[in-house]
């Protein structure tokens, strides 16, 4: 369960976000970094229970940095007010599509699919949606999946259809993503239930038919490439 004291925790930084207050409260936040990575550990083994590829994933390998790369940002805010885990074959660094946890005062949700995929392997989601159109929009239509999740983002979506994709492809709309990803927001206060582990299995339950298709479809379509 995540505690108050967690969601607390954020919020004060949020209020207090610099260097010298961080310093100050090191112990508080090692306390609650803590409590996420265990948090995750147990969010990590109810997910193996349906999908078997994410069971020797650490939470070490999922949990974000707090720090924040400020190089070309014009908020120069030094940290994080979230504490975000991507459950995901091959780490959060791999660029296979996960189960994502985001634990933000007011803005908590849980997300799946692939951000910010490389070219390749965003083209080759793209190809398999074109070539196997109905099964992924079965996915998208199916009745548990719209349970808990309306539709794919929409961030940087193209105004016309991507390069090497014909323009009057009947469901062109569904290539035009840059992201495959879909969110669900949660309540801070199911957040802080002994039901949000339960809430988590049956969403993402739902969702990995979805992930698992952009998995395969990167699999596949990068290995017939090389």
């Not at 969601?7 to 803590?34: A, M, T």
């Not at 949000?196 to 290995?223: G, Q, R, V």
Request: proline residues 4%; charged residues 30%; hydrophobic residues 35%.
């Amino acid at each position: 369960m995540i505690s108050k004291n967690l969601l607390q925790f954020l919020s004060d930084l949020k209020e207090n976000n610099y260097k010298e207050w961080f310093h100050e409260n090191k112990p508080r936040y090692q306390s609650v970094k803590k409590e996420f990575e265990q948090f995750l550990a147990h969010a990590i083994t109810d997910i193996a229970q349906f999908d078997n590829s994410v069971k020797t994933i650490e939470p070490k390998q999922c949990i974000f940095r707090i720090n924040r790369d400020i190089r070309f940002s014009n908020d120069k805010s030094p940290y994080k007010t979230n504490f975000g885990g991507f459950i995901v074959p091959g780490g959060k660094k791999s660029g296979n599509a996960g189960y994502y946890i985001h634990i933000e005062p007011g803005s908590c949700f849980l997300a799946g699919g692939v951000h910010m995929p490389a070219p390749d392997k965003l083209k080759a989601v793209r190809t398999e949606i074109f070539e196997n159109t109905e099964d992924f929009k079965k996915i998208l239509n199916d009745k548990k999946f719209k349970n808990h999740f309306k539709e794919l983002t929409s961030e940087d979506k193209l105004k016309t259809a991507p390069k090497g994709f014909p323009k009057d492809f009947e469901d062109v709309d569904l290539l035009r993503h840059k992201n495959y990803t879909v969110i669900k927001y949660i309540d801070d206060k199911l957040v802080c239930s002994d039901k949000f582990m339960d809430e988590i299995s049956e969403t993402f339950k739902a969702l990995k038919p979805f992930n698992s298709f952009i998995n395969e479809a990167i699999s596949y379509h990068l290995s017939i490439n090389d």
